[in-house]
Every structure is written in C-alpha cells, then in structure tokens.
C-alpha cells in the first residue's frame, strides 16, 4: 500500500501563508487530494490535482486563497495556502484517490493511503 507523508503545517497569524507538502511512497501515475479535519468536525475536502496537473479542484471556501500543484520530478505534492484565516485552523491530510480514473469526487471515501497529517493553525 502506498504511504504518504505530510509536512509543512505551523502557527500563523490570521492573513498568513504556508505551504504543505505531501510526499508518497509510490508516485506512479496518481491523481493526489488534500483533506483537512478540525476538532468535533468531518473530513473535508480542500483540493486534488491530476496526475499530470492539467486539472485542479477545489472545495469553495479556498477558492482564490489556496493553491495544490506538484513536482512528479521530486514526487512532491504541495498546497499553498495563502490568506489563511482561524477557520483554516485543522488537521491536513494527504490521499490518494481510489480507482483507476479520479473525476473531481469530494468524498472521503473515495480516497485512500491517507497520510498521519500535519496541524495547521490560524490564529485571529
């Protein structure tokens, strides 16, 4: 099974940036999503990107704010997160999606191989 490693998460101030990384063991030809998870809340989607990195999506409340891309040369998977604001505030997590083809899907359960996460947290 692929594993990911997650990296990156910090204190900021509220308008702040950081930048995640996610590194899989297994790089081959997979599409990567970002999950995030605050306290007393379900796993949320943020954002995934195509294997080649032609095709983004992101949940609405990032639009504009945060940024996934990737370097299949180093076989890293980054998210940028700008303007960051304390609802940001969660645990981030990096998976990958199950199945042959990834078309956009939001669910949780449409991914796998999920990461120990990294602790991102907004202060106001």
């Known amino acids: 099974q692929v594993q990911v490693t997650e990296s990156g998460g910090g ?3 509220a308008g702040g ?6 590194a899989p063991s297994d790089f081959t030809n ?4 970002w ?3 605050a306290p007393g809340k379900e796993r949320e989607f943020v954002a995934a990107i195509s294997w080649g990195g032609g095709s983004t999506w992101y949940t609405e409340s990032v639009k504009g704010r945060f940024t996934i891309s990737r370097d299949n040369d180093k076989k890293m998977v980054y998210l940028q997160m700008d303007s960051l604001k304390p609802e940001d505030t969660a645990v981030y997590y990096c998976a990958i999606p199950l199945g042959t083809y990834y078309r956009g899907s939001s669910s949780p359960t449409d991914f796998g191989s999920w990461g120990q996460g990294t602790q991102v947290t907004v202060s106001s």
């Open 35 to 37: 999950f995030r998870q």
């Open 17 to 22: 940036s950081l930048r995640l990384s996610c």
């Open 11 to 13: 204190l900021v101030q």
């Open 30 to 33: 997979y599409a990567m999503g």
